[in-house]
């Protein structure tokens, strides 16, 4: 009576895609779904040489391999649009949050007779700031001491 042998080999791929697609963060509680593709690529092999070879080639391959390519695309244009918009809205707020603070602390420094030296690599972060008094003292020069000979001829000329 011959025994009866035989291997089972159960192999199996599974894809954990559940339709969620990619999400951006734009800030705290702003994300927004886009569109994605996917491409998962496998490989699933076996090769077997059994212990007690009944011919010279009863060496056992087993290959599968494939890929899965996947799209998903929002179906809700609106939706997505709004959430971009707010996304924009916060990073104007951080724009603007940034050069607030910006301000700050180089009219700190100025109040304090400090300046970031001139040509060195963060010198243009306070280059603009001015006091009032200084923009207005550059806006409107003072006139000269010396009249000019015009306005010592005829007082009432204000050129």
């Given at each position: 009576m011959a025994a009866a042998t035989g291997n089972v080999t159960?192999?199996?791929?599974?894809?954990?895609?559940?339709?969620?697609?990619?999400?951006?963060?734009?800030?705290?509680?702003?994300?927004?779904?886009?569109?994605?593709?996917?491409?998962?690529?496998?490989?699933?092999?076996?090769?077997?040489?059994?212990?007690?070879?009944?011919?010279?080639?009863?060496?056992?391959?087993?290959?599968?391999?494939?890929?899965?390519?996947?799209?998903?695309?929002?179906l809700d244009n609106e939706i997505q649009n709004r959430c971009k918009s707010i996304g924009k809205r916060q990073e104007e707020k951080m724009q603007l949050n940034y050069e607030l603070v910006r301000i700050d602390n180089c009219s700190k420094l100025l109040q304090k007779g400090l300046m970031i030296k001139p040509g060195t690599r963060v010198s243009h972060i306070c280059s603009d700031i001015v006091s009032i008094k200084e923009y207005l003292k550059q806006q409107n020069p003072p006139e000269p001491k010396e009249k000019s000979l015009l306005q010592k001829i005829n007082p009432f000329n204000k050129k």
């Open positions: 159960n192999q199996a791929v599974q894809f954990q895609n559940n339709g969620a697609p990619s999400r951006q963060h734009l800030g705290p509680s702003i994300s927004c779904n886009g569109a994605t593709m996917t491409f998962s690529p496998f490989y699933m092999g076996n090769h077997v040489q059994p212990e007690i070879p009944v011919n010279y080639d009863s060496y056992v391959k087993n290959e599968n391999w494939g890929f899965q390519v996947n799209f998903m695309v929002p």
